[in-house]
């Protein structure tokens, strides 16, 4: 399944960004050579990172950039989809449910080598968290050093479970929930509107009344599971307009706007949100949902960003 099939299914249309954040990583040759894909069962972790694998080693790509994609047909593409691709392993737990140390140290003999047919050896562990303590132990070293030309997907529903020390070494892509990677136009006004209160102030308690708004429809309990959720759906809603506001300030150009249905407020937020500004904050958005998923509370968490942005 090729990105754009990932983004076409409407119940992944929240993807978008994320996709397109992996698509210009393969096209540049940045990814990193190890990564977390986080993200509730069907929510689509799964399907990206064999996405990726194929955006890697197919063998007529498509598209450049942030539009970098898989052809979905080509040998290379359908032997990865069947899961029988010589460069893409994908480690999954057996019948004891765990996924063993063996399993793992076969992983890392085979990532050692060079790749065969295709450009890089993608190796993709589903159910990550699944690895026993010790297993997890054998692949950090790995992590630690990379063998050169190879990739690790870690997939899990659960990246709390996993070592602390395996956590720092893979940066995160969260997927979001159905539910939460649908466009919410409420979640958009109310990130926009605070993406605006805080462009047209500089002074603390102007933008920590701002911090209110990103707290609307919480219930204000600051440790619920809901009341995150529903914060979290404002943030993703942030991210999505600053990717937006940083597409519109490099190139101007309207192809691939999650939100080019409200051009003008984009437009208005890109004066506001241009350049080194509109990275920080998306880095701060990031960070914010990040803490949220370690359980920081609401209103830590919407008073910590607003004086970030
Ligand atoms: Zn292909």
Known sequence: MPFQDIVDLEVHRGHRRLVGLLARSVDRDTLPPSLIFSGPAGAGAREAAIATAQAINCLSPKGRGESRDACGTCAACTRIARGAHPDVLIVEPGDTGSISVDQVRDAIDRAGYKPFEGRRRV?????????????????????EEPPPSSVFILVTARPDMLLATVQSRCPRLRFPATEEGAVDTDAREIAQRVLDQVAASR???????????????????????????????????????????????????????ANADVRPDLDRLTKAYHGERGLRAFTAVDRALVALDRNASVKIVADWLVLAL
Do not use: C, F, W
């Open 203 to 257: 002074q603390p308690p102007e933008r920590l009344e701002a911090a209110k708004d990103l707290l609307a429809g919480t219930g204000g309990s600051n440790t619920g599971a809901e009341d995150r959720a529903q914060m979290s759906s404002h943030l993703q809603a942030m991210a999505s307009l600053l990717r937006d506001v940083e597409l519109l300030s490099t190139r101007a150009d309207a192809r691939g706007l």
């Open 123 to 143: 190796v993709i562990i589903d159910d990550a968290d699944s690895m026993a303590a010790y297993a997890q132990g054998a692949l950090l070293k790995t992590l």
